[in-house]
């Protein structure tokens, strides 16, 4: 087996494990497209497809991969793989008969979401299927975190000498602004941050991301907060998570380095409260870095994000979110912008 057929395999599955819909997945590597066509030939080839049968599809019910994704994904292979003109593997075939002799429910249940980077991963249960909406918070993972995660990551491989280096999570204190599942916190946990603090406006989105710690064995690395935007008392608010913890230290009291946000300027009246939170957390550490992935679904409530930053003399950068992301899947469209704040007046 040669790089280009390790990569594609690679590539099949982590998108596999990330849940990416049968639409938008990808069968062969960016590399391997012409101006006129893709090329398709590692996927064909049978040894490739033995080893996604035995690695990804064969497992993948075991793991709790709803059957209804798994056949989606395997007729999308099969149908790249005769289009192709080529042979399709005989498991692989048949695994695609067998799954579509049995009904699957049309709407998934929740089940695992694996994202694979570096050498390790961060698995979550997940309803992928779910629109932004009430009700619907830390039952998904937005795109906005996995292009957060995507611009961390890149960052964290830049050797400590490069000019473009402008992140460096070790000995960071991290804090997480309506965090849902809690991604950015477990991801910044894994590549080394002191600590991360991942706090949610809602008790049970707390509780919930709670599980989802241990499960990814970082209950030790990352805290959780009920925090609700612009609350003046700061971080400690009166909930029962917070009273729960009344006796401990409180680390967050501490000022923190870094504050991350992804998805959650999604309505004006939420970005003005999030702007006082982050003129509160910066004069407590002026210093701050302050990075908000921002998924652009309506241009006046991100008009009204700038209008409240600016109002509160925070200047910013726009960093493009990476088009060709290495680890994570999401779409380019709607927009993904990361903002990188600082204080105007320094
Ligand atoms: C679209 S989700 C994004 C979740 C996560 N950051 C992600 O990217 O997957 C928005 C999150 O903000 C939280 N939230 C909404 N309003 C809030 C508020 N006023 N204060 C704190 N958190 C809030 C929600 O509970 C939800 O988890």
Known sequence: MNDTHAATISL??????????ASRFQFA???SATSAE???DAVCDLEVQQEVYSRVLEPAEGRGIAPAYIVAIVKAMVAVIENAGEEVDGDVFMLMINLLRHPTPPVPPPGPVTYKFLDTSITITETRNLISGYGTTGFRTWEASLAL????????????????RALDLSSKRVLELGAGTGFASIL???LGSRLAVATDGFEEVVLRMRGILESNQVEELVETRVYKWGNSSGIETGSVLEKESREEEYVYNEPVDL???ADITFDAEGCNLLVSSFDQLERQNPS???LISATIRNEETIAAFETYLAEKNFAFTVIPANPHPKWFFYDAVPEIRIYSLYRATK
């Open 149 to 164: 995660g995507e611009y961390i990551i890149s960052q964290h491989l830049l050797p400590s000498t490069s000019p473009d």
């Open 38 to 40: 893709i090329k398709y």
């Open 259 to 261: 504050i991350l946000g």
């Open 12 to 21: 099949i599955e982590r998108q596999f494990l990330q849940l990416v819909p």
């Open 188 to 190: 910044c946990a894994k």
């Open 288 to 290: 701050v870095q302050i």
């Open 29 to 31: 590597l960016p590399s």
